[in-house]
Nanobody, 115 residues
Framework: QVRLVQSGGGLVQAGGSLRLSCRTS????????MHWYRQAPGNERNLVAT???????NYTDSVKGRFTISRDNARATLYQQMNNLNVDDTATYYC?????????WGQGTQVTVSS
């Protein structure tokens, strides 16, 4: 059974930092391409960052230089370090991967940035 279990997030003031984690099971994590998405109230879910199996990364422009996606293959866990947060980063964040032709999502974790 595939599971993506998220932790981290919370409330932080603008300029602060948070780290998200996504612990996986049921997939061959070391070959999986992993993603972080976010969804603000009333908005669609948007891709934030991607990390491939070889460790290469991509980010949406609004988070470049502030967010870092990483992976620990030994722990089958995905991370996202978020620095210099601003109010526009407020959203529910989801980890995601595609495995055996299906999309799998974490349960979501709320990140709220206060001004």
């Amino acid at each position: 059974q595939v599971r993506l279990v998220q932790s981290g997030g919370g409330l932080v003031q603008a300029g602060g930092s948070l780290r998200l984690s996504c612990r996986t099971s049921g997939i061959n994590f070391k070959i999986a391409r992993m993603h972080w998405y976010r969804q603000a109230p009333g908005n669609e879910r948007n891709l934030v960052a991607t990390i491939s199996s070889d460790g290469s990364t991509n980010y949406t422009d609004s988070v470049k230089g502030r967010f870092t996606i990483s992976r620990d293959n030994a722990r089958a866990t995905l991370y996202q370090q978020m620095n210099n947060l601003n109010v526009d980063d407020t959203a529910t964040y989801y980890c995601q991967t595609r495995w055996r032709s299906l999309n799998w999502w974490g349960q979501g974790t709320q990140v709220t940035v206060s001004s």
